[in-house]
């Protein structure tokens, strides 16, 4: 899988080497409004002719009507089977791009050119596409892997600190379930860094090992879910107010807060490792506002997660820093407990 994920400066070179070495009939760029101001600009200098679909931005986008757009263009630019989508945005346009490509036609080919911390680090790789539905999160989608993946980490300098720290969550969330060393390492050094490469090829390298293990999430996938099962509920919920949405990040920096106190307090981790998990979240992110009257309706929203059996719901929790373990099963009570513990911390 990592022989197919081009991760620097050059990945840009690469992409352009790859779209004209490829027997492709049709070259379509999928952004959205921002990414095509900020971004686009420097993919356009390098690809062959091309065409460009243009979506709103933002998560409140993610759904079926959007969707329609793209299929509308595409079935107007006239692609088939021998064509090329290449998704260049965040986690909005990876999911969504990579899921209209997965069932256009059946399936057309697709690049993503992630230009999101989040996106690099996570959304980009493994496969997973999808769109929210009924308000809920990626509720539609297929496992539809990518030919290549290019990150560029120069993207980065068109994002806020607020989208940084967003980003930033999952690779925290990398280090909780499988690198406890680096986790030991960067406690003390936080968000601060002059060079993102490292730490990008670092988080992808850990998610594209266990995605190679595990592709279609039957087993040990379900350890990237840390701080998910809460977060996503979290994240929902905000997202159902947009007024007061919350980025992805930032809802599993709270989630992995959340989780964390449940395998405290199911005995898989000690109180020191909880203790060291919260000041080093709670050193990057602010804690979100929950009103107690909130909490049975988030709650009841992670009856929804995708990896429930029945009306089990299945978490991954910490078994130490460094190591989890998926399947765990918890009660709509017990996310009710952790985020009050989560507000009154």
Not at 14 to 22: E, G, H, I, Q
């Amino acid at each position: 899988m990592l022989e197919n994920i081009h991760i620097g400066k050059e990945s840009l070179a690469a992409l352009a080497d790859f779209a004209r070495n490829k027997a492709f009939d049709k070259i379509v760029v999928l952004t959205d409004t921002n990414t095509h101001i900020h971004c686009y600009p420097a993919v356009k200098k390098i690809l062959p002719e091309h065409q460009v679909i243009v979506v709103e931005s933002g998560e409140v986008h993610k759904n079926l009507r959007t969707c329609e757009f793209i299929w509308e263009h595409l079935t107007r630019l006239q692609l088939n089977r021998w064509s090329l989508l290449i998704n260049l945005g965040g986690g909005v346009i990876g999911d969504m791009g990579g899921f209209c490509a997965g069932v256009f036609k059946r399936g057309i080919s697709f690049v993503q050119v992630p230009t999101t911390l989040l996106s690099q680090v996570d959304a980009s790789v493994g496969g997973k596409t999808g769109i929210d539905f009924m308000g809920f999160k990626n509720h539609i989608g297929v496992f539809q892997e990518p030919l290549k993946v290019f990150i560029n980490p120069e993207f980065l300098q068109t994002l806020s600190p607020r989208e940084i720290k967003s980003g930033y969550a999952e690779i925290i969330k990398h280090w909780l379930i499988a690198k406890k060393e680096s986790f030991e390492v960067q406690k003390y050094i936080g968000l601060f860094t002059e060079d993102w490469s490292g730490l990008i090829e670092e988080s992808v390298a850990i998610k594209a090992e266990v995605v190679k293990a595990d592709p279609l999430e039957k087993g040990l996938r379900k350890i990237l879910n840390f701080g998910h099962t809460v977060g996503h509920a979290i994240e929902t919920f905000f997202l159902n107010k947009d007024e007061n949405a919350l980025l992805h990040g930032e809802a599993i920096a709270a989630g992995m807060i959340c989780e964390s106190y449940l395998s405290r307090k199911k005995g898989l981790l000690t109180e020191q490792e909880q203790t060291e998990i919260e000041s080093f979240i709670f050193s990057i992110y602010e804690k979100v506002v929950i009103a107690g009257k909130d909490l049975p309706a988030i709650a009841d929203l992670a009856l929804q997660d995708k990896k429930n059996t029945g009306s089990i719901i299945k978490c991954t929790l910490l078994d130490g820093i460094g190591k989890a373990i998926y399947d765990q099963p918890i009660t709509v009570e017990d996310i009710q407990e952790s985020i009050q513990y989560y507000s009154s911390l």
